[in-house]
């Protein structure tokens, strides 16, 4: 499975934008960008995923690098309610290969 | 609202006493996965199923099997759980290979073991 890298912790202040990156020098043609991101104690939610344009969705906006070999989250007013790990993960659209390898992912804080 | 449900969301067992988690789907996604998440660590993908084909990932240990026998139900079998084996066990869905619709998850069963 392709690999990706995030930074291990970030913080915001709330009502702030905040802009989580990811690299994934590895990625194939075939793999989609996706992001999670998980609360204490919950399963992983889905943010976000994209292949090559940026994305926007009410959750977050998600911007693609021209070569695909970056992106980065993007929340436009980061809430307390947003402190979480985010997790950015590729997943190839080949039938039956569509399982992901999840990094170690990116703990945000945000200062009220 | 269609979801993914696991229970039960905690579970004691005893040290090498067999236990089983459930996980059920009402979105009738036909891949369903089950992830290992130790504490302060990203989940880990023990093995999927893909429609009733088992995908074992080659490092899960033989310790821990699962069962689908339905397109709703996921069990999670672990035969002898050791000390090791305590963490959060995390169910997810996709349909057909998912990348659309990305991994619904679970809230998750927190094992203990004693």
């Known amino acids: 499975d392709a690999k990706t890298t995030q930074p291990n912790s970030m913080e915001s202040n709330e009502e702030e934008p905040v802009h989580l990156p990811c690299n994934h020098s590895?990625?194939?043609?075939?793999?989609?960008i996706h992001w999670y991101r998980q609360l204490p104690s919950q399963g992983p939610e889905y943010v976000i995923h994209g292949l090559t344009s940026n994305v926007n969705n009410r959750m977050a906006s998600l911007a693609i690098a021209e070569d695909r070999k970056s992106s980065t989250l993007i929340l436009h007013r980061a809430t307390l309610r947003d402190a979480a790990v985010y997790y950015c993960?590729?997943?190839?659209?080949?039938?039956?290969?569509?399982?992901?390898?999840f990094g170690d992912g990116t703990t945000l804080t945000v200062k009220p | 609202d269609a979801m993914v449900i696991q229970n039960p969301r905690y579970q004691v067992t005893q040290f090498g006493k067999p236990v089983t988690l459930s996980c059920s789907q009402t979105l009738n996604h036909n891949v369903m996965y089950w992830y290992q998440q130790k504490s302060s660590q990203a989940p880990k993908l023990l093995f999927h199923y893909y429609d009733k084909d088992f995908n074992n990932e080659a490092d899960t240990p033989d310790n821990f099997q699962s069962r689908r026998p339905n397109t709703s139900f996921c069990f999670l079998d672990i035969r002898s759980p050791g000390l090791g084996d305590a963490a959060m066990y995390l169910c997810a869905t996709s349909e057909e290979g998912g990348v659309s619709y990305g991994y619904t998850f679970g809230s998750g069963t927190r094992l203990t073991v004693v």
């Open positions: 993960i590729l997943r190839d659209y080949v039938p039956n290969a569509g399982k992901s390898t």
């Open positions: 590895t990625i194939s043609g075939t793999d989609y």
